[in-house]
């Protein structure tokens, strides 16, 4: 093997993509701000979800000296608030997990969230697709499915049974 070749072995951990993430992360970060650095952060460790209800990503001072500073996340809407609130833990351990150390996350609603929440409403409203409806055979068979389930359980699974075949439905009659 002549010095400029490259050994290839299939069980190495890591790609050729996460491989140039780390060189250009590195050649980039050193010209980017403390709070695009945690933005960047918060966006790589993340996925769709957050990326779709956050509107905003900066740093803020650490409640005690010495300890890492605190990530401030904007997001779109109250619920979002709740929602990622509850999942405070796993996001510092995702933050932590690529590097990026908080002490703490805030989550804080985002005086513009709620337009930039209502023009993705309307985007979602528009593209909307009518799923078809099942015919009687189809929804016995749902029924079927669901009818060991005792009934609270059983209304709930139905409905999602349902939704499921009316969109199984819906892609057959597109990929036809």
């Known amino acids: ?7 290839f072995d299939a069980e190495a951990p890591e790609s050729i993509s996460s491989l140039m993430h780390e060189v250009v992360d590195e050649r980039m970060s050193a010209r980017m701000s403390a ?34 500073p605190v990530l401030g996340v904007y997001v779109d809407s109250h619920a979002m608030v709740t929602d990622f609130g509850v999942n405070k833990d796993i996001y510092l351990a995702r933050l932590a997990n690529i590097g990026f150390k908080v002490s703490g996350i805030e989550f804080i609603p985002s005086r513009a969230g709620y337009h930039v929440a209502r023009s993705r409403q309307r ?31 059983r209304t709930n699974a139905f409905k999602a049974v349902v939704l499921s075949k009316r969109r199984e439905k819906l892609e057959t009659s597109q990929n036809s």
């Open 35 to 68: 709070n695009q650095r945690a933005a960047a952060a918060w966006y790589r460790a993340n996925g769709d979800r957050e990326r779709n209800h956050t509107t905003g990503v900066f740093l803020k001072r650490p409640r005690v000296a010495g300890a890492a």
């Open 1 to 7: 093997m002549n010095e400029w070749e490259l050994e």
């Open 123 to 153: 985007e979602t409203e528009q593209t909307a697709v009518e799923m078809p409806e099942l015919s009687p055979k189809e929804l016995q068979e749902a029924q079927n499915l669901v009818s060991d389930l005792p009934e609270p359980l």
